[in-house]
């Protein structure tokens, strides 16, 4: 294992430490003592620390040294802006950023393409001359979506990715623990501080049988989505063995780990074998295949290995599924589907067919599409249903134009969108039904939560395989099942469609097409990072100030928030994505969902100075500009939701100083943290009650030390005042974060000395 191997063919300096994993995985391994699955078996040797790192799945935090990073457009222009903050000149970690999320789908491939590029130009200069300047790889628009360029070109068996993207579990299925973090979480890597997870759980799903005729590798999550629901992977690695492996494709299995984010596992893994072996001699790594090979026996789960919870799914007796609509966890066998279309009342009529994406985009996915495809037209049939394709890559769009499949889909009345995103995350400018108009469709993408894809509520999403999408546009109606309805021909002649078949790798080897990657110079001095001062999307972070070493006396509450209070309801998305690279405009939705207790109304909130009612973020600004720190209260679980590190640095950036709650989602804890705030806990939730918004209080700062609690005195507006106490997380280091204003100004600090 103590060779130089390179993890892929574009960096010159990176390369996969098998000797190092297995190392630590031999020190671990004299430290448990039993089998290990495979899941375990990548994360520990990962380990920062492998000897003193206390290990308990479900339990303990793991600090961890990943191999890379990978961005996506809208989350990385933070991350990057909070790098370039921290005065490091280059980036720790291999990383990598790909434009995908910012290309509206509207009349085609190209035509779209050229629109984004203008739309978005400031933001795309920005993040070239970043990358190229902290020597990051930058894939332009039309490049495709980050998860299929991470699997056609970066990933590697047995390696460590965070990806900051729900969806980075996609390289699961070339065997690497890929795993979808906030920027803040990429900022540290990058940095080259460990990053932190719990010790994930592992639950088993043990595949027999075969695939067969009409059932994709997409019906297997489509089936495990059921049976765990939404929730059911939370904490969990999903790790798949068995014989049934053998009749998937890497790419197939890259699908079914892909999805696992629905069921809001950590991320979710295949073995290496045979099938991953071929798909990295297909895209030009025999070398890492090779390599990979001599490390094979980590790259599976031990014999014995246990899991927390083991599911038995049968191939050769899996149905399609058909999953929706507003949920990704409600499952219905294509054989009950029309039946419970009529009992639902969802509406009958498919009116648009969408296959690619992230999650389904393979070249199997694409030919076995088409396979259908060409069958309905021998028949003299087209797609009923507006038919449009967004391949997932560049490499897949060459390789499906040469090969024909490209074509058939146009042919077949399909429209062939850009290499991104698109209708996936509403970048989808649809005009066939209007808003509020109830009506269907179906994709082979992944989420399908009210409003995604075209922001009309009353659009009914539901996900299958790309295989039943092609088929359903056919007929047009929710009510076909292709396995047992027969279609008219042109004559007026009954036919069944043949099921679908396709390679699963290119037998003429992949095209790459338009080369879109863009490494970075070797002289990264002479680049300047553009950032346009005027921009209203883009702007350049300074630094908190530190921490001025006193107590902070009669501070307003700036809200008491009743309830459930989201990463959501503290910095929404939607139309406000468009802002993630400029704080301070972001900022103006900073709380405007949280519910007041005052008045159980959000975004009116009392100004304590003024006696005025307001928006939220204007009374924060009034305060900040008066020179005044202010705190939050908040109830159970405050941020839950997201690792979005906006809902932490925008109470910072307008001037809060604390956020007390009767108890925090941790990743938001954690985050505020970063941003140099105090996130506080009653001491006994119940003070949560006696405290009234229009009470002041004092935080004694200067008390705080690991492990021991900080004193609020409260001075009620009528009233005499009394003492609480807060507790908290904070160990030695965190603490400094506080003291230097933020994990980046101490990061910094560090970088100068
Ligand atoms: Fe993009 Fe949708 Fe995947 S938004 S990254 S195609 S889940």
Not at 311 to 325: A, K, M, Q, R, T
Request: charged share 20%; proline share 5%.
């Amino acid at each position: 294992l103590d060779k130089k191997v390179r993890q892929n063919n574009l960096e010159e300096n990176s390369f996969i430490n098998y000797k190092k994993m297995s190392e630590n995985l031999a020190i671990v391994r004299s430290r448990l003592n039993r089998p290990l699955t495979f899941a375990e078996k990548i994360l520990y040797s990962h380990l920062d620390d492998p000897h003193g790192q206390d290990i308990e799945r479900g339990v303990s935090y793991l600090k961890l040294r990943p191999d890379r990073v990978a961005m996506q457009d809208a989350t990385a222009q933070m991350a990057i802006l909070q790098f370039i903050s921290s005065g490091i000149p280059s980036v720790r970690a291999p990383s990598s950023v790909h434009c995908d999320h910012l290309i509206e789908a509207q009349v085609g491939g190209a035509q779209d393409l050229d629109r984004a590029v203008s739309v978005n130009k400031e933001v795309y200069d920005f993040l070239s001359s970043a990358c190229a300047k902290y020597n990051i790889g930058f894939w332009k628009p039309g490049s495709g979506i980050i998860h299929q360029t991470v699997l056609e070109w970066l990933a590697f068996p047995g390696g460590l990715l965070i990806g900051t993207d729900s969806h980075t579990p996609n390289a699961g299925g070339l065997s690497m623990a890929a795993i979808g973090v906030g920027g803040a979480d990429a900022v540290d890597v990058m940095a080259g501080l460990p990053w932190e997870l719990k010790a994930p759980k592992v639950i088993g799903v043990n595949l027999t049988g075969k695939l067969n005729g009409w059932t994709a590798p997409k019906d297997i999550i489509l089936k495990v989505a059921g049976i765990l629901t939404v929730k059911g992977g939370t904490g969990s690695i999903v790790e798949y063995f068995g014989s049934g492996l053998d009749s998937i494709s890497c790419t197939g299995m890259a699908t079914v780990c892909n999805m696992g984010a629905e069921i809001g596992a950590t991320t979710s893994l295949f073995p290496f074998g045979d099938r991953q072996y071929d798909f990295l001699a297909a895209t030009n790594r025999k070398h890492v295949g090779d390599f990979a090979r001599e490390y094979a026996k980590e790259l599976r789960a031990d014999e014995g290995a246990e899991y927390d919870q083991l599911i038995e799914i049968n191939l050769s007796e899996l149905e399609p599924h058909i999953n929706g609509p507003f949920t990704p966890d409600l499952a219905t066998p294509i054989s009950k589907f029309s039946e419970a279309v009529k009992a639902n009342g969802w509406p009958e009529e498919l009116k648009v067919a969408l296959i690619g994406s992230c999650t389904n985009s393979s070249y199997e996915d694409m030919s076995r599409g088409a396979s259908i495809a060409r069958d309905a037209l021998a028949h003299g049939l087209k797609a009923k249903s507006t038919f449009l394709v967004t391949p997932g890559s560049e490499q897949i769009r060459a390789t499906i134009a040469r090969d024909g499949q490209l074509q058939t889909f146009e042919e077949f009345g399909g429209v062939v969108l850009a290499n991104a995103c698109g209708p996936c995350i509403g970048q989808w400018d649809r005009r066939d039904v209007k808003k509020g108009e109830k009506n269907s469709i179906v994709s082979s993408y992944n989420r399908n939560f009210t409003g995604r894809n075209d922001a009309n509520p009353a659009t009914h999403a539901f996900v299958a395989s790309p295989d039943l999408v092609v088929a359903m546009s056919i007929a047009g109606t929710l009510h076909f099942n292709p396995l047992t309805d027969k279609l008219k021909d042109k004559d007026g002649n009954e036919f069944l469609l043949a099921p679908p078949s396709g390679d699963s790798l290119p037998a003429k080897g992949y095209d790459p097409g338009q080369n879109t990657y863009q490494a970075p110079p070797p002289n990264r001095d002479a680049v300047s990072v553009q950032v346009s001062p005027s921009s209203d999307r883009l702007q350049l972070l300074s630094p908190f100030n530190a921490w001025d070493g006193k107590d902070a006396l009669d501070c307003p509450i700036l809200i008491k928030a009743q309830g459930k209070t989201t990463t959501d309801h503290i910095s929404a998305a939607g139309a406000w994505l468009k802002y993630r690279g400029h704080l301070d405009n972001i900022s103006n939705n900073c709380l405007i969902g949280a519910i007041n207790s005052a008045n159980g109304e959000a975004n009116k909130v009392k100004n304590q100075t003024t006696g005025q009612w307001d928006a939220v973020p204007a009374v924060a600004r009034d305060y900040k500009a008066k020179g005044i720190k202010w705190v939050v209260i908040g109830d159970w679980n405050y941020g839950e939701g997201s690792s979005r590190e906006h809902a932490a640095l925008e109470p910072r950036h307008l001037g809060g100083l604390a956020i007390i709650t009767r108890s925090f989602a941790r990743i938001h804890e954690t985050n505020l943290k970063k941003q140099g705030m105090l996130p506080l806990t009653f001491s006994d939730p119940a003070d949560y009650d006696r405290i009234q918004p229009d009470d002041r209080v004092d935080i004694l700062c200067t008390e705080l030390a690991p492990g021991k609690p900080v004193t609020m005195r409260v001075h009620p507006k009528d009233g005499s005042p009394y003492e609480v106490k807060l507790s908290h997380t904070f160990n030695e280091g965190q603490i400094e974060w506080f003291k230097n204003g933020s994990a980046l100004n101490t990061m910094a600090k560090m970088a100068q000395n």
